[in-house]
T-cell receptor, first 113, second 115 residues
Framework: DQQVKQNSPSLSVQEGRISILNCDYTNSMFDYFLWYKKYPAEGPTFLISISSIKDKNEDGRFTVFLNKSAKHLSLHIVPSQPGDSAVYFC????????????FGTGTRLTVIP | ETGVTQSPTHLIKTRGQQVTLRCSSQSGHNTVSWYQQALGQGPQFIFQYYREEENGRGNFPPRFSGLQFPNYSSELNVNALELDDSALYLCATNQGGGRGANVLTFGAGSRLTVL
């Protein structure tokens, strides 16, 4: 039973444009959400997170939006750069800071120069 | 700051065998978690160790076991290997025993193939 879903396995975007990666979850107990980026042959790297008490968190070119009523979050990357090409995983936990993260299946982003 | 290192990077075993995977923690991190990532899937939580004791477990059978050592390094042991155990095994470390707004630092993983 997949509690965190990323329904788009891949996304291609032109350099300089906005990338929007989406994530849906089913467990209403989730209260902390994270995005990780993974390059080939490397472990996932933390990108940005958001607590359920917020609806937006911004860090440079990366912004995460949370819609609790829809159980949906999205990651916006503006402007997209070729170095952003990677697999992006959405993750959630039912306890802020808990290590038991539930991951989605990932979205492969390709930024075309 | 050394980061999280895992060994071996790749290994092949046959069904029924046992395997031990190793992880050295990032400097200053006292909590280690292990994840299994099957092909085409996201990482799935196996268990977590803090102060050398398991203090959280996902939906994995007892043949998956672990150890954490005083220097915070860790091992994942899998007995009676099955074909479905073929996956990338990721070690992740952080501070605080899984409490507080912590973020995991992942290693590059050990890819296990079971034939």
């Amino acid at each position: 039973d997949q509690q965190v879903k990323q329904n788009s396995p891949s996304l291609s975007v032109q350099e300089g444009r906005i990338s929007i990666l989406n994530c849906d979850y089913t467990n209403s107990m989730f209260d902390y959400f994270l995005w990780y980026k993974k390059y080939p042959a490397e472990g996932p790297t933390f990108l940005i997170s958001i607590s359920s008490i917020k609806d937006k968190n911004e860090d440079g070119r990366f912004t995460v939006f949370l819609n609790k009523s829809a159980k949906h979050l999205s990651l916006h990357i503006v402007p997209s750069q070729p170095g952003d090409s990677a697999v992006y995983f959405c993750a959630a936990s039912a306890q802020t800071g808990a290590n038991n993260l539930f991951f989605g299946t990932g979205t492969r982003l390709t930024v075309i120069p | 700051e050394t980061g999280v290192t895992q060994s071996p990077t790749h290994l092949i075993k046959t069904r029924g065998q046992q395997v031990t995977l190793r992880c050295s923690s990032q400097s200053g991190h006292n909590t280690v978690s292990w994840y299994q990532q099957a092909l085409g899937q996201g990482p799935q939580f196996i268990f977590q160790y803090y102060r050398e004791e398991e203090n959280g477990r996902g939906n994995f059978p007892p043949r998956f076991s672990g150890l954490q050592f005083p220097n915070y390094s860790s091992e994942l042991n899998v007995n009676a290997l099955e074909l479905d155990d073929s996956a990338l095994y990721l070690c992740a470390t952080n501070q605080g025993g899984g409490r507080g707004a912590n973020v995991l630092t992942f290693g590059a993983g050990s890819r296990l193939t079971v034939l």
